[in-house]
């Protein structure tokens, strides 16, 4: 079945650090792929999303390219802040069917000062 | 517009208890999802309402869970009794039937079982 494996974490960063989180899918057909973000006592919020081979999503200084040659959407920062700290998850949706996500395990960012 | 609402924010119960949740979703949205991430593992589908129908059940772990969406509305997800493994973060999901792929969801709902 479908599945998407993103890395472990917690990751901790310094401020204006580069971040890179990596996350790889398996899937029948062509999924489109979504980055969720999680803040302290938040609910999920959508960060990006890539509906299509070499698509790129990008939002608040986040980029993540739809490689499907690699089945991958790994998501970067060039410098992160630390109101960046929250979790991160990496979620494939199918084109078929109950449009149900199927999402990784979350990634934990903390960004010090 | 209000996003999706969960009640409660925190529940805590003993084992065999029941407790039920609740989902209101985006005004309009037809489509209700419900998730769970259990132990900060991934968040796993449960299931699924087109209105008040369920369109896709196959997530849901038992028949411990019931899951209901009267007049298409709001949703509740009861759990009757809780079982330790019960205990984790239960969230909701709203789309319209026009944007299917980015769901919209609620802060969540932490269930702990003691």
């Known amino acids: 079945g479908d599945s998407v494996t993103q890395m472990e974490g917690p990751v901790t960063l310094s401020e204006e650090a580069f971040l890179t989180i990596n996350c790889t899918y398996t899937?029948?057909?062509?999924?489109?792929l979504f980055w969720y973000v999680q803040y302290p006592g938040e609910g999920l919020q959508l960060l990006l999303k890539?509906?299509?081979?070499?698509d790129k999503g990008s939002n608040k200084g986040f980029e993540a390219t739809y490689r499907k040659e690699t089945t991958s959407f790994h998501l970067e920062k060039g410098s992160v802040q630390v109101s960046d700290s929250a979790v991160y998850f990496c979620?494939?949706?199918?084109?078929?069917?109950?449009?149900?996500?199927?999402f990784g395990t979350g990634t934990r960012l903390k960004v010090l000062a | 517009e209000a996003g999706v609402t969960q009640f409660p924010s925190h529940s805590v119960i003993e084992k065999g208890q029941t407790v039920t949740l609740r989902c209101d979703p985006i005004?309009?949205?037809?489509?209700l999802y419900w998730y769970r991430r259990v132990m900060g593992k991934e968040i796993k589908f449960l299931l699924h309402?087109?209105?008040?129908?369920?369109?896709?059940e196959s997530g849901m772990p038992n028949n411990r869970f019931l899951a209901e969406r009267t007049g298409g509305t709001y949703s509740t997800l009861k759990v009757q009794p809780a079982e330790l493994e019960d205990s984790g973060v239960y969230f909701c999901?709203?789309?319209?039937?026009?944007?299917?792929?980015?769901?919209?969801f609620g802060p969540g709902t932490r269930l702990t079982v003691t």
């Open positions: 890539a509906t299509k081979a070499d």
């Open positions: 309402f087109v209105k008040e129908s369920k369109q896709d």
């Open positions: 999901a709203s789309t319209s039937q026009g944007r299917r792929g980015e769901q919209y």
């Open positions: 899937a029948t057909g062509y999924p489109s």
């Open positions: 979620a494939l949706i199918s084109t078929s069917g109950t449009y149900k996500y199927i």
């Open positions: 005004s309009g949205h037809d489509n």
